[in-house]
């Protein structure tokens, strides 16, 4: 029945929702519907199998969900699910407490976060927080403490754990201790051994700064500081080159700080798995978030560029370019949010809201252009068009929006184009205002107000609860499908935070030069040997066998269910023949037949008995037609129950 069960429902749930939306686009609402509901099958498939999985060992679910599909381009369950938008799945609690156990890396999952964080500011409370280990710590010596003997010796542990048989397992997760950080440096110096129940120092530090959650909060804290020197240097100290001591320290150290987090980006395209260069930089751009990220580095080179170019007046224009980076790397800092449980739904919200907001744009322009225009030649006839023109026939109905209607301007004003006054001669290259004429200007006053404040602010109201309650009512699990490509992107960055994440940079060129670039596993993607793999695909075929055989009964019960509630209805109607029967044996002995049935006396009995019998004639047909239907759908049954029993046969030969 072939491999990578979950992986072939995921994607193939993946392509008929491509399939659905490509016939959307086509208007092939029929086609969409029926693709997008198989999409749905095959993705509830993956989660049937899943659950069954994870009922039955949690360990190897979690192996099974990071494992490196080769046959689907050497991807992973969760990534599968991430590129499809497979919400139902990511949802699942196999799912979620594998991102909970990368989150938090070696650390106890209870750890709070204010411990995390007075940790990070001082250091000794790393002596409060306890680490599970897949190997008993007093067996990994401190020579073997860092990234390639830490790495090495889990990836030979979690093996030999997750892979041993299911009641050991099950036993090693109740009995397995948490381990306390003991400052004593094993038997080096004073002679002592570790405790069975502590873990080395070093190797406790190198636990915590390497959790993504510790990650996230050191680059949290670095993305507040840049953000404070920016907002410090550019109200501050932004002057022309011109002048002395300009550029400032301060801008220097923003340009290297931001030169650091560029690099980052560039890090993470080469990271991507795909080969080409190319189809790096396209998997790189479907997130919103990197395509946010272009936008403010290219907002940043060209602020840079007007700073060192213009002088003089001209210098505020490189302000406003600034001043717009700045207020967009304020808005990036929203994507933090996503850890939390309370603010990430908030801003999912706001995301698609601002989607929304587009579309109403569009429509508000069209009113916004057409009576501004409208307005502007009734009140300024025949006036030059300069910037200051553009500017009133957009500004002023955007204005009235907000309730600024300028009513002092609704009268005519004397310029050089419009004297004022009907009677007056208008000057040259102008016309008069007429004041009769000058009536409309408050009636299309009246109408743009009733239009937008009544009509398009409520229609955009609706909208926006709309998606708030969209949002809101699957709200948990949006923000759980979200939340792994937080995850995912902290797994892979740098435990040094910006500026100092350069050194990093540094270390991976040098190491890259040095291994050819070779693969390494990460939390979210683990590489297993012939003999573990197979070991994984029997555990998920059992578990997909486990799954199918359980919808099969449940199919089985309710047509039992059917034929019993069809053998009770026909005893039903053969209980009415019987009566019937001596109802009409009756009827020929007397000579007045009288019939009462249900407290009703009925005479004229032959016609009564005849309409009877073709009442009960079209009971009988419709009752032969559904044990007809009975009949096939148990035949069907026994045919796949003996297609299945000789497959198993079949097999057992095999590996006889």
């Not at 890259?512 to 012939?530: I, N, P, V």
Request: aromatic content about 10%.
């Amino acid at each position: 029945m072939g491999k990578d069960h979950i992986g072939a429902a995921l994607t193939a749930s993946k392509i008929l929702s491509s399939l659905a939306d490509v016939a959307k686009d086509s208007e092939e609402i029929d086609l969409s519907n029926d693709l997008h509901k198989h999409s749905v099958e095959f993705e509830q498939l993956a989660v049937g199998v899943v659950s069954d999985c994870y009922r039955r060992d949690k360990a190897m679910t979690h192996k099974l969900l990071v494992r490196e599909i080769m046959t689907w381009g050497q991807t992973t369950l969760l990534a599968i699910a991430d590129s499809a938008g497979q919400m139902d799945f990511m949802e699942h609690s196999a799912c979620q407490t594998k991102l909970n156990v990368v989150w938090k890396g070696r650390m106890a999952l209870y750890t709070s976060t204010w411990k995390i964080i007075l940790t990070m500011v001082i250091p000794w409370f790393l002596l409060s927080v306890k680490f599970k280990t897949k190997r008993h710590p007093a067996a990994i010596s401190d020579n073997t403490v860092g990234p390639a003997g830490d790495v090495e010796a889990e990836r030979l542990s979690d093996g030999n754990e997750h892979f041993s048989p299911s009641k050991s397992r099950k036993q090693q997760q109740i009995e397995k201790p948490l381990y306390k950080v003991s400052i004593s440096r094993g038997s080096h110096g004073n002679g002592r051994k570790l405790k069975k129940s502590t873990i080395d120092l070093g190797l406790a530090v190198w636990y915590f700064y390497m959790a993504p959650v510790t990650k996230f909060s050191y680059n949290l804290l670095s993305y507040t500081v840049y953000l404070a020197l920016m907002s410090y240097f550019l109200l501050t100290d932004l002057r022309p080159v011109s002048e002395p001591d300009s550029p400032s320290v301060l801008e220097f150290i923003a340009w290297g700080w931001t030169g650091t987090l560029l690099l980052e980006e560039m890090r993470q395209v080469f990271a991507r798995r795909e080969k080409a260069f190319w189809f790096k930089v396209l998997s790189w751009f479907d997130d919103s978030w990197n395509k946010f990220d272009l936008l403010i580095y290219t907002c940043f080179g060209v602020s840079v560029a007007c700073r060192l170019l213009l002088v003089g007046a001209e210098f505020r224009y490189a302000r406003m370019a600034y001043s717009v980076t700045l207020l967009l790397q304020y808005m990036r800092s929203v994507q933090m949010f996503y850890a939390n449980k309370d603010l990430g739904p908030k801003i999912i919200m706001i995301r698609r809201m601002l989607n929304d907001l587009m579309f109403f744009l569009v429509i508000l322009i069209v009113f916004m252009v057409s009576f501004g225009i409208a307005m502007q030649m009734l009140n300024y006839p025949n006036e030059p068009v300069t910037f200051k023109t553009v500017q009133s026939v957009l500004g002023k109905p955007y204005w009235h929006i907000y309730g600024e209607l300028f009513l002092d301007e609704s009268a005519p004003e004397v310029t050089d184009y419009c004297s004022g006054s009907a009677s007056t001669v208008a000057p040259p290259g102008g016309d008069s205002c007429e004041h009769d004429n000058m009536f409309m200007s408050p009636v299309f006053t009246a109408l743009y107000m009733m239009l937008t404040n009544v009509l398009l602010l409520n229609l955009l109201i609706a909208m926006f609860s709309y998606t708030f309650q969209v949002v809101q009512d699957n709200s948990e699990k949006v923000w759980r499908f979200y939340r792994y490509s937080l995850i995912s992107e902290f797994v892979d960055r740098p435990a040094l935070a910006p500026p100092l994440i350069i050194l990093t940079h540094l270390y991976r060129i040098l190491k890259y030069c040095l291994t050819g670039g070779a693969e390494y596993d990460t939390s979210f993607k683990k590489k297993m040997s012939a003999v573990d793999n197979d070991r994984l695909s029997a555990f998920e075929k059992s578990g997909m066998e486990n799954y199918l055989m359980q919808t099969s009964q449940l199919r089985t019960e309710l047509i039992d269910h059917k034929v019993a509630t069809t053998t009770e209805r026909l005893q039903i109607v053969l209980d009415e023949l019987e009566e019937i029967k001596e109802i009409t044996e009756s009827t020929s002995v007397t000579s007045e037949p009288v019939l009462e049935q249900d407290g009703i006396v009925h005479t004229g009995d032959s016609d009564f008995l005849k309409s009877k019998m073709e009442i009960l004639e079209l009971k009988l047909h419709h009752q032969g037609e559904q044990l007809t239907e009975v009949v096939h759908l148990l035949k069907n049954l026994t045919e796949c129950k003996d297609v299945q029993r000789s497959k198993s046969v079949i097999s057992k030969v095999s590996k006889k």
